[in-house]
């Protein structure tokens, strides 16, 4: 029993010991961070007796000269529907304030002292084109008092500002944003505001700053490019007031990064219309002219209803992007048109329309060579009685004897007599049975007509006089047979030289189309670089990324 007792003594007596030291380092450490006194007494002499809602000057008729600066931050969005600009930013204000002045010397050397800016006169500056939102700056932070009386004060906002889009390049655009800035009571004979850089560079006047916005802690836009922040002092009398109003525009030129939309509008714009430039190239035999045309006319405008989410609802102007879906749909509605048209040409029959001579001479004859087709020689050719009955019998071997008859007499029968008698003829036998051929048919017409001296008035048998005439009706409907067939394909070809100039006339529209309206936006040709990226530090330094 006693050892257990000793050993509870034993604890007890540590944990106490445990607990004074405890004690004493939190006694220590009060007595180490206690307020300094000096600057307790320095704040209750200033603002015991001061009044934030008088303006802090020694008499009335002086002028407090605020300066004032922007620190961007971030740009947070910029809603092209609405017109409406988004900014965090810092405001950077500082002033000199009479009443609170000090010696340093009387306070141990205090210089400076940070205090609510609730508490102090602040200059009423608000953001005159304000378009959601507080005018003012609602996040009170804390103001720092020098002891000349400058007071300098750094609250951070977001203001919603308005500022006029202008989508007549959309996606290849720039904007050109601003924030007004100025006093709402006081006049320029009580407030006087000035940028706060101003007159630190020799070669700008005190209304005009170019880096009038301070990029250095702003974080990059995935979206827009900074590419020049100017800030300018303007002076304004309102109809209401005689006294002058001095104000500050701060400058936001911006331009878009376009890859986003070039790879997810344009291309895809590009590719359905340069789609349509094949229906002219499937041939019209195939059927599907029309449905192909139809096709990539209702893809184009089922994604045209996706694309009208991104681009701006505005009347004010056509966007650029919207200016080349209407012309690509208004194309492609003329490729189904004259789709429409080409097979109306090629499925037209010799029994329904026939076909007039300029129609013959310009596109059968001319527009081939122009168009660089190879076309049969036979169609070409200028004597139309020819190639009617030769062109569609060389197709068939079964007919290829009879394909000369129309032309066996035109040549001479002086091929037998040694002079080359069928020209262009490699072999000789070939040439002889085809006068043969054409000997006995002419026998059979001078039979049947009877104008051959020898048989005159003779009366040749029933049974041989129709073979005669049931082999030339045969000959004769074969004839037929062949030219209306050969306007047929007549017809064919007209088609498909009417298919080969509209693909050369569509697709040159399509290219030049598409070129002057897609580089119309001058910032294309621009080289001006953004400046956002080459004056920031955030990133700059940045730590390494969690694994």
Known sequence: MSEALESVIMMVTASVIRLVITCLVVIMWISM?????????????????????????????????????????????????????????????????????????????????????????????????????????????????YHDGLVKWEPPA?????????????????????????????????????????????????DHVEQGIDLTEYYINVEWDILRVPAERHVKVYACCPEPYPDIFFYLKIRRKPLFYIVNLIIPCVGIFYLSILVFYLPAQSGEKTALAIAILVSQTLYFTLVIEVIPATSLTLPLLGRYLLFSMVLVAVSVCLATIVLNLHYRKPSTHRMPTWVRN???????????????????????????????????????????????????????????????????????????????????????????????????????????????????????????????QDWGIVAMVLDRMFLWVFGAAAVVGSTMILTESPSLFESTEPIDAMITTIGVDAPPQFQ
């Open 362 to 488: 310009v596109l059968i004859q001319k527009m081939p060579g122009i168009l660089m087709m190879r076309v049969p020689k036979q169609v070409v050719k200028a004597s139309f009685g020819l190639r009617r009955s030769k062109y569609l019998r060389q197709a068939d071997p079964t007919l290829a004897e009879l394909a000369e008859e129309n032309q066996a007499t035109t040549h001479s029968y002086n091929g037998s007599n040694g002079h080359n008698g069928y020209s262009g003829s490699h072999d000789k036998l070939n040439g002889q049975l085809k006068l043969h051929l054409d000997s006995i048919f002419s026998g059979f017409q001078k039979l049947i007509s009877g104008s051959e001296d020898g048989y005159s008035g003779r009366k040749l048998p029933f049974v041989i006089e129709k073979t005669i005439h049931n082999i030339l009706f045969i000959k004769t409907h074969m004839q037929r047979q062949d030219e209306f067939d050969a306007e047929d």
């Open 158 to 206: 977001i203001f919603k500002s308005s500022c006029d889009i202008d989508v007549r390049y959309f996606p290849f655009d720039e904007q050109t944003c601003w924030l007004k800035f100025g006093s709402w009571t006081f006049d320029g004979f009580q407030i006087d505001l000035v940028h706060i850089h101003a007159n630190q560079s020799s070669n700008e006047s005190s």
């Open 33 to 145: 961070v206690e307020a300094n006194p000096d600057a307790k007494r320095l704040y209750d002499d200033l603002l015991s007796n001061y009044n934030r809602l008088i303006r802090p000057v020694a008499n009335n008729t002086d002028k407090i000269t605020v300066r004032m600066g922007l620190k961007l931050s971030q740009l947070v969005d910029l809603d092209l529907k609405n017109q409406i600009l988004t900014t965090n930013l810092w405001v950077e204000t500082e002033w000199y304030d009479d009443k609170l002045r000090w010696d340093p010397s009387e306070y141990g050397g205090v210089g400076e002292i940070y205090v609510p800016s609730e508490i102090i006169w602040l200059p009423d500056i608000i953001l005159y084109n304000n378009a959601d939102g507080n005018y003012h700056i609602t996040t009170m932070t804390k103001a720092t008092l």
